[in-house]
Each structure stands twice: as C-alpha cells, then as structure tokens.
C-alpha cells in the first residue's frame, strides 16, 4: 500500500506541468506521477508532422526524462477511484493513497467509434494527424496525391483542438496550390457541426481561405463507416426536420478526426459529471462535490477550448489553490479564466491565433499590432514553429511560469 502526500494521474500535458508547478512553490513536496506510458507527446506538433513542417521525432520525449526531479514516477494504469478512502486503485489492484489527488489522463480517441476504420488507418489514402505513427502517413499522402477527392472530417464535439481538422485541411490544400495540382483536387471539410469554428470572430479570415482553396463545407455529417479498400465513407447527415439520412462519398484520401470521450475509467467514476468528464469548478479546477480532488487537461468537464495552451495556464491555478487547501500557501485563492488557444495553421507560414477564454471572450496574448489573432499572421506562424515548443518543454513543464501566472481572485468582488 503506497502513500504520496499528493497524488498525479497522467503525466501529459497537465500532469507534468502540474507536477512542475507544485514542485517549484514547494521544493520538499511528495508528490508521485501516475501513467504507464514509457513516451510524452507534444501533440501540438502533430499538425506541423502532417504538413510536412516538423519531423515527428522532435514531438516525442521519453516520460522519464520529463517526470521532475524528485517526483515519483509510478509506472501503471490507474483503474478506478475510491475518493472516500483517498485511494486510486492500480490496474492489478495495487493501490495507492493520498492526501491530494489531480486528474489529468486526457481524453479517449474512440477509434472503434466509426466502422471499419481501425482495419484501415494508415493503408488506402486513411489517415489521421491524431495519432504520432499516422500524421507522417498524411505528409505522404499530401504529397503524393495528383489529383481526386482529398475527404477532412470533424467529430462532435467537444474534441480536443478543435480547429485540427480544418488545420489539416488547409495545410495540404496550401500544398497542391503551390504545386499548380489543386484544380484537379477536389477538398472537402465533413463537419459533424454546424459552424467552421466556434468563435465567430475568426471565422471571416477561415472563409477566405475556405475560397482560395475552393474547398466545400459541409456541416451536420458525422463520418459513421469507411471502407477503406474501396475507398468510400458514410455520413450521416441531420436533415430539416430533424431525422437522418446516410451520405456516401468516394475520396482518394481522406483525414479522419476520431470521436472523443471521457476515458472509460473515469467515466464509470464517482469523479464524473453525466457526461463522465471530472466534475470541477471552472475557476478553482476543484472538484464540486469530492474534497481534496482538483483536476485539468482534456479530462475536465470545463467548458474551454481543449488544448495544452489551456492546460498550460490551468497547471499553475491547480498547484496554488492545493498548497492553499493544505495549508502551505496562504491564501487568497486564484482562478482560470477558461484561456484556451488554437493556432490555425491557415498556410505554410501564416497562423491565425485564436486565443479566447470562457463564453469565446477574445484573450489575445500579443498587442494587434505584433499579432492580430483575427488575421492571417507570419508573426504567429513563427511563434508555433519556433517559440511554442521550447515554451512547452522549458518553460510549461518545467513550472516556469512567465507566460501563465495566475490571478488571484476577489471574493468581494
Ligand atoms: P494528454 O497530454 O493527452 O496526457 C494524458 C496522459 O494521461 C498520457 O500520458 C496518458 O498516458 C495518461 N493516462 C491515460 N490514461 C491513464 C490511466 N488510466 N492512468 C494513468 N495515466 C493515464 N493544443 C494546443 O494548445 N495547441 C495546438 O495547436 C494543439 N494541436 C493539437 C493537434 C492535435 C492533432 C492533437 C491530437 C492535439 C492538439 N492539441 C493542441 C491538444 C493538446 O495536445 C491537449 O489538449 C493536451 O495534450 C491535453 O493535456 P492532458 O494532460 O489533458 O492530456
């Protein structure tokens, strides 16, 4: 039976920022880092691998070298949750206590969720930039493709980072353009929702590019089945009146954004809201009903954008308000005002960065005239090429915080 004073399941984004965090206000803290996995991925980067910008390599860190300095790396699945003993229970039933708990597994890619598509990813012009083995799949695929039907597709929402679909989308679009092949390319975004992006503020300068590329929209179908030999997907589509019909299409590539849901353990757990997310206030990160539970990251039922930008300022929140709660750091209490960022990757060398918190309040990080988030920028296209990764490994996982400080709350206010 292990102890650790404070408690981390996941060391993704979340979790290894929170870890850091926690670590640099209180050096002496016992802290342990649940998670099986032996690799960390900057997911971020995964976008830039399917448009041919970044090597995958550079998006991959082995989670032993990332698990800070004197934090315990507890290499195993957590399976379920007893909060009433201050348990997590280890797949193969060892358990662990605590005193504190953060939850920050992620989401689950529902791959299983469309049929026929797992047999087929990654062979017969099926990719995903979800995945790190698969996103070089759509630099190839990109550049190979002469001519035909290029297919992109968005689940429901929510997902995490929303505008990756449509990013993929233009980026390969931007490639035959420059090719001279796009006029034998025919591209189409199958959007299981019903606007290009949820923010209307940046959806005029999405449009411009929906044109240049002549690329055909179209919302309320949801991908349910491929075959991936034949080279054929079915959407289902809502109609007007509020029943559905079943869309076929042929491609000669297609860019399959899988459904994604709470992960199954904690879904099944006394920790989820109805929806199976972990239940937090939105500002704390605390859990509503269970004491001395915070979370953050994709797993919260928070109602930001799911990204690590996201994750990157809720890190900071969670590890304040936990000291405050055991008495290490005096109060007050801060909050996370639902910042969540999404660069859209618009063409090679120019991002659209859309930065916005709770109710898509517009939070722009940069002064207009260095960044317009609401116009196509090579300033912002330079920060994610070449600022945003070092900020993730340096700064965000190593509880440097210069970019995140939290703020404090006014309760009288
Ligand atoms: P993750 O980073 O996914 O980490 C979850 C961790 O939990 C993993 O290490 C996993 O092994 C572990 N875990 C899972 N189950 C268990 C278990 N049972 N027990 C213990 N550990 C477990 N964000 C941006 O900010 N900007 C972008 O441009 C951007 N683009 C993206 C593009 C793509 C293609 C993708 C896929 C994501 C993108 N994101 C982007 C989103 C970003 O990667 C996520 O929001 C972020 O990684 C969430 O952090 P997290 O810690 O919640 O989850």
């Given amino acids: 039976d292990l102890f650790h004073s404070v408690v981390i399941v996941g060391g993704g984004a979340g979790g290894i920022a929170v870890a850091a965090s926690l670590?640099?206000?209180?050096?002496?803290?016992?802290?342990?880092?649940?998670?099986?996995?032996?690799?960390?991925?900057?997911?971020?980067g995964w976008t830039m691998v399917g448009g041919g910008v970044f090597a995958p390599a550079g998006t991959a860190r082995t989670m032993a070298s990332l698990i800070p300095k004197g934090v315990h790396w507890i290499k195993a699945a957590v399976a379920a949750f007893e909060p009433e003993r201050k348990t997590v229970i280890l797949e193969g039933c060892r358990t662990v206590r605590y005193d504190r708990l953060v939850v920050a597994p992620g989401l689950k890619l529902d791959w299983a969720g469309i049929e026929g598509l797992a047999e087929t990813l990654g062979r017969n012009g099926v990719t995903s930039n979800y995945r790190y083995d698969l996103a070089p799949y759509t630099w190839d695929l990109v550049r190979n493709l002469r001519s035909g039907r290029a297919v992109f597709t968005q689940p429901p929402m929510p997902i995490k980072c929303a505008g990756a679909p449509q990013k993929a989308m233009y980026?390969?679009?931007?490639?035959?353009?420059?090719?001279?092949?796009?006029?034998?390319?025919?591209?189409?975004?199958?959007?299981?929702?019903?606007?290009?992006?949820?923010?209307?503020?940046?959806?005029?300068?999405?449009?411009?590019?929906?044109?240049?590329?002549?690329?055909?929209?179209?919302?309320?179908?949801?991908?349910?089945?491929?075959?991936?030999?034949?080279?054929?997907?079915?959407?289902?589509?809502?109609?007007?009146?509020?029943?559905?019909?079943?869309?076929?299409?042929?491609?000669?590539?297609?860019?399959?954004?899988?459904?994604?849901?709470?992960?199954?353990?904690?879904?099944?757990?006394?920790?989820?809201?109805?929806?199976?997310?972990?239940?937090?206030?939105?500002?704390?990160?605390?859990?509503?009903?269970?004491?001395?539970?915070?979370?953050?990251?994709?797993?919260?039922?928070?109602?930001?954008?799911?990204?690590?930008?996201?994750?990157?300022?809720?890190?900071?929140?969670?590890?304040?308000?936990?000291?405050?709660?055991?008495?290490?750091?005096?109060?007050?209490?801060?909050?996370?005002?639902?910042?969540?960022?999404?660069?859209?990757?618009?063409?090679?060398?120019?991002?659209?960065?859309?930065?916005?918190?709770?109710?898509?309040?517009?939070?722009?990080?940069?002064?207009?005239?260095?960044?317009?988030g609401t116009k196509p920028s090579h300033m912002a296209w330079l920060l994610k090429e070449r600022m945003l990764p070092p900020i993730y490994w340096k700064a965000m996982l190593k509880g440097r915080e210069w970019l995140a400080k939290p703020q404090a709350v006014d309760k009288a206010a």
């Fill in 171 to 372: 980026l390969s679009a931007d490639h035959w353009l420059r090719q001279g092949r796009l006029k034998d390319i025919a591209v189409e975004l199958y959007n299981a929702g019903p606007v290009l992006f949820g923010v209307k503020e940046y959806v005029p300068a999405l449009m411009e590019y929906v044109r240049r590329y002549e690329a055909g929209l179209h919302f309320q179908h949801t991908l349910v089945r491929i075959d991936g030999p034949a080279k054929r997907a079915w959407f289902s589509r809502k109609s007007e009146d509020g029943g559905s019909e079943t869309v076929e299409r042929a491609f000669d590539m297609i860019h399959v954004v899988p459904p994604q849901r709470a992960p199954d353990f904690i879904h099944a757990s006394p920790l989820a809201d109805g929806a199976g997310w972990v239940e937090v206030d939105s500002a704390s990160l605390r859990h509503v009903r269970l004491p001395g539970i915070y979370a953050l990251g994709d797993a919260c039922n928070t109602p930001n954008a799911k990204t690590a930008a996201a994750a990157r300022k809720q890190a900071p929140v969670v590890a304040h308000n936990l000291l405050v709660d055991m008495g290490h750091l005096r109060g007050p209490e801060v909050s996370y005002d639902g910042y969540g960022s999404c660069p859209l990757t618009v063409e090679r060398g120019k991002i659209l960065l859309a930065e916005f918190g709770y109710g898509g309040k517009l939070m722009p990080s940069f002064p207009a005239w260095l960044i317009d």
């Fill in 23 to 44: 670590k640099a206000r209180k050096p002496d803290l016992d802290i342990a880092v649940i998670d099986p996995a032996d690799i960390h991925y900057y997911q971020p």
